[in-house]
C-alpha cells in the first residue's frame, strides 16, 4: 500500500448545527496521507466547527468522523497562557515525544539506569533530537522571532505574537493530519512565504482553512468547499476548483445574465492595464492575475459583495512627496533619506520583515506618526483613507453599521447610507445591530466599508484582509482596479499584492527603495537567503545604517516597561469582563460592560502600536 492510499480521516453523512440553524447537512470526504486540503466556504459555513469535531470538541448533530487508529492529529491551539519561559522553549514543548523522551533520560541517569540511558539517546538519535533546538530557532526565525525574542519570555508577548508561537509549536510536533485555521491571520508576507514552502513539503494529510488565495493555490493538492447543503472535493487549488465550479455555474440560465455582466466588467479591467502594461515583470504579473480573474467571473457573480471607490473630491497631483524623509519611534531612526512621491494611479505594495519599519512607515504618510526629519509636502486638503491593522478595535461595540456610518456623515441620508451597507452584504436589521456579537469578517468589513466611505484620494492599506472570506477579497482587487487615486499596501495575501500593485518597494536596512522584480523573485530571494546561499535583494541592497546603539537598547528597554505595564492593565480590564455580575439585565450593566469593552479595545490598539515599535527597534538593534 502507498502512502497516498492510507485513509486518515473520513467524514460521512455529517450534519453540524448552531442552535437551530444548519452550518451544513450531510457532507462526505476522505483524506488521505500526502493530501493537503484547503477548506473553502463563506464565513460562517462552520470550517472551523468542522476541525472543532474532528478534534472531538464539538458533538456531532448526525453522521460519523472516522480517525484511522494510531493517526496523531495536530491543531494550533488558540490560546496561550502568559508563562515565564522563553518563546523558544515554549515552541520545543510542541514536540511532545522530544520533551518525554528528555523526561525519561532525567529519570534513567538519576536511576544509573544504563540500559534505560541508552534507549533514550536511540530514541533521541531516531527523532533527531539532538537538533531539535537548532530547527526550532530556525522556524522561529522564519515565523518572525529575531534571535533576541526568542528568548524573551512568552508573557511579554501580545496575542498575535503568541500565536506565532502556538503556530510554532503545532509545527514541531511530528503529526499524520494537521488543522491548521487561518494560519497567515498574524503573519507578514516573509514569514507567509516561509510557511508556504514548509506546508506544501509536508507529507502527511493537510487540512488548511485560509482566504489567501495564493497560500491555498502553492500549498493544496485538493479543495473542500463546504456550502449550507453539505460539501465537495475537488482536485487542486483554489483556482482549479473556481474554473471547475465556474464552468458547472455556466450551464445554469438563472446566472447567466449576471455571468455576463461581472465578466464584461472584468474584461474593462483587463483591456484597461493591458494597454498600460510594459514589458517589467510586475505588470505581466498582474496581467495574468487579471485574466485569471477572467476565467471564474461565473464564481465571482455569485458573490454577495459588489462595490467601487466614491470618486475623491480632489485628485492632486502630485498627491504627496517626501524628500530626505526619517521615520521611526523617539531617537530611533528605522528608515531615513526616504524619496517617494505619490500620484493619483499608483499601487505601491511594500515587501520587508516584520520589524523592518513598513507600518510605521504608513503611519507616517497618514498622518498618525510624526516624520523624524524630511521635506514632506502634501496637497492642500488631501483626503487619505488610512486602514490600520488593528482598525476593527476602533470600531464601537455598542453602535450598529447604519450608526457607524451616520457619525462619518451626519448630513447623509438614511436609505443612502443603508443603501451604501448593502454592497458589503450588510442587510435588514443587521444594519441596525450593535456589532459586539458580529463576526471577525463582518467587523473587518465594516471597517473596510467606513474608510472607503470618506471618498479618499490616497489610499493607505496595512494588512486589510485579514478576517476577510475570498469573495470579499475578490471584491476589494477589483474595486482597487478602477480606484482613480494612490494605493499604498502592505498585505501577506500575494493575490491582493500581485492583482493590484504595480510596484513592489522593499523595506530593509534603514532604507525603502524599489525592488527590481516580481513577487516570484522575491521569494526565490528569500528561500536563497534562508539556504545561505545570498542572492540579490533587487535594487534596494543598501548597507545597513549606522545607528545608536545605545540609544536603541534604551529606547528598547523604555518599550519593554510599556509593554509589561499595558499588558497589566489588559490582564486587570479582562478579569473584569469575565465577571458574570458584569452582564446583569439591567442598562446600567449594560452600559458599563460595553465602556469596558471599548476601553479593552483601546488598550489592545495601544499594546499592538508599542509592540510594533519595540520589534523595529528591536530589529534595528540587531542590524547595527
Not at 208 to 220: E, G, Q, Y
Not at 541 to 558: E, M, N
Request: glycine share 8%.
Amino acid at each position: 500500500m502507498t502512502a497516498v492510499e492510507w485513509d486518515m480521516l473520513t467524514v460521512s453523512d455529517l450534519t453540524l448545527r448552531r442552535g437551530p440553524r444548519a452550518l451544513f447537512t450531510e457532507l462526505s470526504f476522505s483524506v488521505f496521507a500526502g493530501q493537503r486540503v484547503g477548506v473553502i466556504g463563506a464565513n460562517g459555513v462552520g470550517k472551523s466547527s468542522l476541525f472543532a469535531a474532528i478534534q472531538g470538541e464539538l458533538g456531532v448533530d448526525a453522521g460519523d468522523i472516522a480517525v484511522q487508529r494510531g493517526v496523531t492529529v495536530t491543531a494550533v491551539a488558540q490560546d496561550v497562557p502568559p508563562l515565564p519561559e522563553t518563546a523558544l522553549q515554549s515552541a520545543l514543548d510542541g514536540d511532545v515525544e522530544l520533551r518525554a523522551t528528555e523526561r525519561a533520560l532525567a529519570r534513567a541517569e538519576a536511576a544509573n539506569d544504563a540500559a534505560g540511558i541508552a534507549r533514550c539517546h536511540d530514541t533521541l538519535a531516531a527523532i533527531d533530537g539532538y537538533a531539535a533546538e537548532a530547527r526550532c530557532a530556525q522556524m522561529l526565525r522564519g515565523l518572525g522571532f529575531t534571535p533576541e525574542m526568542q528568548v524573551r519570555p512568552v508573557s511579554s508577548f501580545s496575542g498575535g505574537w503568541r500565536m506565532r508561537l502556538n503556530l510554532a509549536r503545532a509545527l514541531m510536533r511530528r503529526a499524520d493530519l494537521l488543522l491548521l485555521d487561518e494560519p497567515t491571520n498574524h503573519l507578514d508576507l516573509d514569514a507567509s512565504l516561509w510557511l508556504q514552502d514548509l506546508l506544501a513539503s509536508f507529507a502527511g494529510g493537510l487540512l488548511l482553512i485560509s482566504h489567501d488565495r495564493a497560500f491555498l493555490d502553492a500549498v493544496t493538492t485538493h479543495s473542500l468547499h463546504l456550502t449550507p447543503e453539505g460539501g465537495m472535493l475537488y482536485t487542486g487549488g483554489v483556482t482549479q476548483f473556481e474554473r471547475t465550479r465556474s464552468e458547472r455555474l455556466a450551464q445554469q440560465a438563472a446566472t447567466h445574465a449576471n455571468q455576463q455582466a461581472r465578466a464584461a466588467e472584468l474584461q474593462r479591467f483587463v483591456d484597461r492595464f493591458r494597454a498600460q502594461a510594459t514589458k517589467a515583470r510586475q505588470a505581466q504579473s498582474r496581467l495574468k492575475a487579471l485574466a485569471r480573474m477572467e476565467m471564474i467571473a461565473p464564481v465571482l457573480a455569485e458573490s454577495p459583495f459588489s462595490f467601487r471607490f466614491r470618486a475623491p473630491e480632489k485628485l492632486p497631483h502630485p498627491l504627496l512627496s517626501v524628500m530626505r524623509g526619517q521615520v521611526g519611534y523617539g531617537d530611533t531612526v528605522l528608515l531615513r533619506q526616504l524619496k517617494l512621491v505619490l500620484n493619483p494611479g499608483d499601487r505601491i505594495a511594500l515587501l520587508g520583515a516584520n520589524g523592518a519599519g513598513k507600518s510605521t512607515l504608513i503611519k507616517s504618510l497618514a498622518g498618525t506618526q510624526p516624520w523624524l526629519e524630511g521635506q514632506v509636502t502634501r496637497a492642500p486638503d488631501l483626503a487619505v483613507g488610512y486602514y490600520a491593522q488593528h482598525q476593527m478595535e476602533q470600531l464601537d461595540p455598542a453602535a450598529s453599521p447604519l450608526l457607524h456610518l451616520q457619525r462619518l456623515d451626519p448630513s447623509a441620508t438614511e436609505q443612502a447610507l443603508r443603501d451604501y451597507l448593502g454592497q458589503f452584504a450588510f442587510h435588514g436589521d443587521r444594519q441596525l445591530e450593535a456589532i459586539a456579537p458580529f463576526s471577525g469578517g463582518e467587523k473587518a468589513r465594516l471597517a473596510l466599508a467606513q474608510v472607503i466611505y470618506q471618498r479618499p484620494a490616497l489610499l493607505l492599506l496595512d494588512e486589510p484582509t485579514n478576517h476577510l472570506d475570498l469573495q470579499m477579497r475578490e471584491a476589494l482587487a477589483m474595486a482597487l482596479q478602477d480606484f482613480p487615486g494612490a494605493v499604498v499596501l502592505i498585505s501577506h495575501d500575494r493575490h491582493l499584492v500581485e492583482s493590484t500593485c504595480d510596484a513592489l518597494w522593499r523595506v530593509a536596512d534603514g532604507r525603502c527603495e524599489p525592488y527590481d522584480g516580481d513577487l516570484d523573485d522575491y521569494a526565490r530571494w528569500l528561500r536563497a537567503q534562508r539556504d545561505g546561499s545570498g542572492g540579490g535583494g533587487g535594487k534596494a541592497t543598501a548597507g545597513r545604517t549606522q545607528v545608536d546603539t545605545r540609544a536603541l537598547r534604551d529606547q528598547v528597554k523604555k518599550l519593554d516597561r510599556q509593554m509589561a505595564r499595558l499588558s497589566a492593565e489588559l490582564a486587570v480590564l479582562d478579569d473584569r469582563l469575565a465577571d458574570p455580575a458584569l452582564y446583569a439585565a439591567s442598562r446600567r450593566a449594560e452600559a458599563e460592560a460595553e465602556k469596558l469593552q471599548h476601553e479593552q479595545g483601546q488598550l489592545k490598539a495601544r499594546l499592538a502600536d508599542v509592540e510594533a515599535a519595540w520589534l523595529d527597534a528591536s530589529e534595528a538593534l540587531e542590524a547595527s
